[in-house]
């Protein structure tokens, strides 16, 4: 069964600290996109990763392609930064997305 | 700036009252998708368009329907809609292959009364 699984499901923590989301995710997925989503609002693509890291401004993501887990970090988090935080799946068979439930993010000011 | 662009932003349509979202793109992708996500879940694929080849996901209602004019267009159609159906609906597009994002649209927020 193709799945993707994230962890935590809700993280706060305070401003400037170090934020780390990971992504388990099964045979069958070849690539891993991560995305953000603020209350209420759609959907920003922000990486999508099938091998190494990438990194733009403060987010960093990183996929270990041997071990199937990929992790999102953010670096001197802002309050701006709170949202919820997914991480999805390409198949391998037909390209579509296979999602997770989603890291809901809170940065205290 | 290209983009992927949805109207309404807000739709409220009453109990078994057909309503049309549509979804619009200047990024010239070739594939266009639906998503319906409704509160504290991942969305849900409704249907995909590879150009002109309409994919339907085995689970999505026959109240639902698509219509694809041309690259840049894609619309939803609810034929009927129950209170089940308020959700956020969601447009995305790629380009074919499996290393591309998908970029989506903002939504549109459908309230049915």
């Known amino acids: 069964k193709n799945e993707v699984e994230q962890s935590p499901q809700n993280l706060t923590a305070q401003e400037g600290e170090f934020i780390t989301i990971n992504c388990s995710y099964s045979?069958?997925?070849?690539?891993l996109h991560w995305l953000q989503q603020h209350p209420g609002g759609g959907i920003v693509s922000l990486f999508m990763?099938?091998?190494?890291?990438k990194k733009h401004g403060r987010l960093i993501a990183t996929i270990n392609i041997q071990e199937k887990h990929s992790s999102l970090h953010i670096t001197a988090s802002h309050p701006r930064d709170s949202a919820v935080y997914i991480c999805?799946?390409?198949?391998?068979?037909?390209?579509?997305?296979?999602w997770g439930a989603g890291t809901k993010l809170i940065i205290k000011p | 700036d290209a983009m992927v662009i949805q109207n309404p932003r807000y739709q409220v349509t009453q109990f078994g009252k057909p309503v049309t979202l549509s979804c619009s793109q200047t990024?010239?992708?070739?594939?266009m998708y639906w998503y319906q996500q409704k509160s504290s879940q991942a969305p849900k694929l409704l249907f995909h368009?590879?150009?002109?080849?309409?994919?339907n996901e085995a689970d999505t209602p026959d109240n639902f329907q698509s219509r694809r004019p041309n690259t840049s267009f894609c619309f939803l159609d609810i034929r009927s809609p129950g209170l089940g159906d308020a959700a956020m609906y969601l447009c995305?597009?790629?380009?074919?292959?499996?290393?591309?994002?998908?970029?989506f649209g903002p939504g549109t927020r459908l309230t049915v009364l």
């Open positions: 995305a597009t790629s380009r074919t292959g499996r290393y591309n994002e998908q970029f």
């Open positions: 990024l010239n992708h070739n594939v």
């Open positions: 368009y590879y150009d002109k080849d309409f994919n």
């Open positions: 045979v069958g997925i070849s690539a």
């Open positions: 990763l099938s091998s190494g890291k």
């Open positions: 999805a799946g390409t198949m391998d068979s037909n390209y579509q997305l296979i």
